[in-house]
């Protein structure tokens, strides 16, 4: 069985599709395209598809993955303009490559998110930053399938900036953008608990939801701190190995409009 990795986007209006709605979106994409898929064993056999670390709804993502099991070879990049054709233009299938080395779930420690706040001023969100970096914990509250839970915010961000308004912004309106590091701990802590926690210690509240990001996500490096591409070590390994399998591309083009 071979074993493709994918990174694709959740863009625009596409932000606010569950994970349960790309599911369908993307086995129809497998259909549609003739993907050759392994399935699973038992009495109802599924294809052998894993999501990794799903952002969660109404956030948009440059950077989510899953991986899935073929039972013919097929080319990764061809495979991936092929399942991109099929897909809802916001859900874009970005990269593909073969997995030679285990654990891309493992790989997935650390998320960078953008957060743009409009009508939030450049120094009152600069202020509220300094707040919560200076602070040792910031409880907040999340309502759980198994009740209300408090937890600790401000040990799982790593770093915490706010940087001005993108240029497209007109100049008579307030906007700053909010860029963070977050540790994937458990319990996770997502970004509208990140900005409960300003709310909380330095009574940040922006007027209008604000618009939430993830830019990347991957293995977190302590020494020059970054996030690292999760997909890399598949690439190193695949230019340092040869083919294990003779790799065709006869996969048939989708016909008619995306599903």
């Not at 369908?24 to 038992?42: D, N």
């Not at 952002?55 to 899935?68: D, K, Q, V």
């Not at 961000?157 to 100049?171: G, H």
């Not at 458990?186 to 509208?192: E, F, L, N, Y």
Request: glycine share 6%; charged share 30%.
């Amino acid at each position: 069985m071979q074993r493709i990795r994918l990174r694709y986007t959740k863009r625009g209006r596409l932000r606010f599709t569950s994970h349960r709605d790309f599911q369908r979106a993307f086995e129809r994409a497998l259909r549609r395209a003739e993907v050759p898929m392994a399935y699973s064993a038992g009495f109802t056999p599924h294809p052998r598809v894993s999501y990794a670390n799903a952002a969660p709804t109404g956030t948009g993502s440059e950077a989510e993955y899953l991986e899935i099991g073929l039972a013919a070879p097929r080319d990764p990049e061809k495979l991936r303009e092929l399942l991109d054709e099929s897909m809802p233009a916001g859900l874009d299938i970005i990269d593909a490559v073969e997995a030679r080395t285990s654990g891309l779930a493992d790989r997935l420690t650390a998320s960078v998110w953008e957060l743009r706040l409009d009508g939030v001023e450049l120094a009152e969100a600069r202020r509220a930053v300094e707040v919560f970096l200076a602070a040792e914990n910031v409880e907040v509250q999340r309502k759980t399938k198994n009740g209300v839970r408090t937890f600790d915010t401000r040990g799982a961000v790593v770093s915490l900036e706010a940087l001005p308004a993108p240029a497209d912004r007109p100049l008579d309106s307030a906007c700053a953008i909010l860029r963070l590091v977050v540790r994937h701990l458990t319990p996770a802590v997502r970004p509208d608990d990140v900005l409960s926690g300003l709310r909380a210690v330095a009574d940040l509240a922006p007027p209008v939801p604000s618009a939430v990001t993830r830019l990347a996500q991957g293995l977190f490096d302590e020494e020059s701190g970054t996030v690292t591409d999760p997909l890399a070590p598949d690439r190193e390994a695949d230019t340092a190995a040869p083919p294990t399998v003779a790799v065709t591309a006869d996969a048939k083009a989708p016909e008619g409009p995306a599903a």
